[in-house]
């Protein structure tokens, strides 16, 4: 037993579409943690499988991070615990076939006993919080006390709207949503859709989470060379960003620096580096922590949201809008998700490029007297948008539906 852990009473186990330190809702589960931490409760996050033919081919590095003794068992913050999941193959190809979804549910099922009589030898209880419809076959096979759906991408599509990777998954949602003891959705569409597979579904946006002040100080030093105005992007770049409209806006404003905060993806880093060649008005610096995001975002005139416009971001919720929203940022956005209906009068929402980049000037040249009225209203947005919120609600469903019953 792990020393210090002998006051946990119960654990919720999530399921991460990548590792740890790159994923997406790491912020709300930190929250989570803390939250039901008073209650004995811990975390314990499960990245997906190692040795896989998926990460011999797309992430060799991450099969090289693990022989170096990486991603293995370990605690990150007073109640969670992070590992790698130990199954068959990558645990999404579990649902395609039956012989997988029985070995792997049996495998995780020991790996977490195992787990939790490393951490505490007293914890029989445990919850499932899902991220993929994929992982149905959990649900009921596992001894878990009960299971949620964290559904927030629209898993039954693909940001590059390739069906075959998501083949069956409209029913395996179904499934999935129809098991669980309750669903949180990030968009409206998304609830809609479980809702009418599960009437304990809710509605639960994304938000941010800055905890503590940190400094990076090439970022910053790169940002006060700057001379004139920045409309800036923070985040993941990947092939959900609109290129067209990217380099469309990079060619009408050359006075006007788009800097892009974030690990660039594979699938985006020839174009990414074709741009920043192309168009010297054009600055990535690169991956930076979470909690020096603040320091970065006051140097932005703008904040821009530069994403493809396709039924799959119907769905989107992205967590940069809040963070830029934190922080009394303007921004400029695509129109994806719910930002027109829901936050159309604190966001500018563009249809076309050419509204995009004429939306971009508009905020550049309000006025002082704008500008303060405009970030009033964010403030107020933001207040009441963060994650230790959500992480409440999260925490008075689990007790509702799960802990209590």
Request: proline share 3%; with cysteine; glycine share 6%.
């Amino acid at each position: 037993m792990i020393s210090g852990s002998s006051d946990y009473k119960y654990a919720l186990i999530f399921t991460l579409s990548m590792p740890w330190e790159n994923y997406h809702r790491e912020q709300f589960i930190r929250s989570i943690a803390a939250e039901i931490k008073n209650e004995g409760g811990l975390v314990i996050c499960i990245e997906p499988t190692i040795l896989s033919i998926f990460n011999i081919l797309k992430y060799p590095e991450r099969i090289i991070s693990w022989i170096k003794g990486k991603n293995k068992f370990r605690k990150d913050g007073s109640n969670i615990y992070v590992t790698h999941a130990k199954t068959f193959e990558h645990i999404l190809s579990s649902s395609r076939f039956g012989f997988l979804s029985f070995i792997n549910s049996k495998l995780l099922k020991r790996q977490i006993r195992k787990i939790l009589k490393k951490v505490n030898g007293e914890i029989v209880k445990y919850v499932w919080v899902l991220h993929r419809p994929e992982l149905y076959f959990l649900v009921g096979n596992t001894g878990e006390a009960g299971a949620v759906y964290d559904c927030c991408d629209d898993h039954i599509l693909t940001s590059d709207m390739n069906q075959k990777k998501v083949s069956g998954n409209r029913e395996r949602e179904k499934k999935l949503s129809e098991k669980c003891n309750f669903v949180i959705a990030t968009s409206n569409k998304l609830f809609s859709r479980n809702k009418g597979y599960n009437p304990n579904t809710y509605l639960v946006e994304n938000s941010y989470n800055f905890t503590r002040a940190e400094t990076d100080e090439n970022a910053v030093a790169m940002l006060k060379e700057i001379k004139g105005p920045i409309a800036g992007y923070i985040g993941i770049i990947r092939g959900w960003i609109d290129f067209e409209l990217l380099e469309y806006v990079l060619h009408r404003n050359s006075g006007i620096t788009f800097v892009f905060v974030g690990e660039i993806y594979k699938d985006s880093v020839q174009k990414m580096r074709e741009l920043e060649s192309k168009y010297p008005n054009l600055l990535l610096t690169g991956r930076v922590n979470y909690n020096a995001l603040p320091g970065l975002l006051k140097y932005f005139n703008v904040g821009i949201i530069p994403f493809k416009n396709n039924e799959f971001m119907e769905s989107v919720n992205p967590n940069k809008f809040y963070e830029m929203l934190s922080c009394a940022v303007p921004i400029v956005t695509t129109n994806i998700g719910d930002l027109k209906s829901t936050y159309g009068d604190i966001c500018k929402v563009a249809d076309t490029k050419e509204e995009f980049s004429r939306l971009v000037n508009d905020i550049m040249n309000m006025s002082e007297a704008e500008l303060k009225q405009l970030k009033t209203k964010m403030f107020e947005i933001s207040s009441i948008s963060t994650w230790q919120s959500k992480s409440k609600i999260f925490h008075q469903l689990l007790n509702e539906h799960i802990l209590n019953k």
